[in-house]
Antibody, heavy 119, light 107 residues
């Protein structure tokens, strides 16, 4: 069974940092493109970042470019998002999602981890 | 970026109703259009990919249609478990973008 389990969210002050993790299991993690997608409270879904199966290249939404860094550890089946210089507008539920390349879609999502940026 | 606009933003319907949600792209996206269902407190779930292909396990009362810039998700006979928010997504261009969501509520 495919499982994605995020962790690392929490309350952080503006300008602070957090590292999100996503533990993958039940599939060959090292063969899949992985993404982070976020959802601000009461809002729609927003793509944040993507990484290829090997970890490079990586891609970012303009809103987080230069502040967030996506990475992965394939032997450990882990996906990460280092989030620096956090802003109030980064407050959201952050999901990791697996990409089905053949269908150009997200076929599995984690349950999400909540990041709240507030003083 | 390609803008995706869903309508309506919300709707009220009864069990057994036929429901249609539309999604319009700001430019042509060929058939790179997906639909997700999201229930409160849960992650989105892929329902339909490539406009009209049902994801494995999705009931046949769900169907997708459209091409170019205009797309639709239809639920032929609404069931109690279908009350949720539905999101369209384009994957024609990067960044992949979503509509704002359509909340289907019980009348």
């Amino acid at each position: 069974e495919v499982q994605l389990l995020e962790s690392g969210g929490g309350l952080v002050q503006p300008g602070g940092s957090l590292r999100l993790s996503c533990a993958a299991s039940g599939f060959a993690f090292n063969t899949y493109v992985m993404n982070w997608v976020r959802q601000a409270p009461g809002k729609g879904l927003e793509w944040v970042s993507a990484t290829t199966s090997t970890g490079s290249p990586t891609f970012y939404a303009d809103s987080v470019k230069g502040r967030f860094t996506i990475s992965r550890d394939n032997p450990k089946n882990m996906l990460y998002m280092q989030m620096n210089s956090l802003r109030a507008e980064d407050t959201a539920l952050y999901y990791c999602a697996r990409v089905d390349i053949s269908a150009n879609s997200y076929d599995y999502w984690g349950q999400g981890t909540l990041v709240t940026v507030s003083s | 970026d390609i803008q995706m606009t869903q309508s309506p933003s919300s709707l009220s319907a009864s069990v057994g109703d036929r429901v249609t949600i539309t999604c319009r792209a700001s430019q042509g996206i060929s058939r790179y259009l997906n639909w997700y269902q999201q229930k409160p407190g849960k992650a989105p779930k892929l329902l339909v990919y490539a406009v009209s292909s049902l994801q494995s396990g999705v009931p046949s009362r769900f169907s997708g249609s459209g091409s170019g810039t205009d797309f639709a998700l239809t639920i032929s006979s609404l069931q109690p478990e279908d009350f949720a928010t539905y999101h369209c997504q384009q994957t024609f261009n990067s960044p992949w973008t979503f509509g704002q969501g359509t909340k289907v509520e019980i009348k």
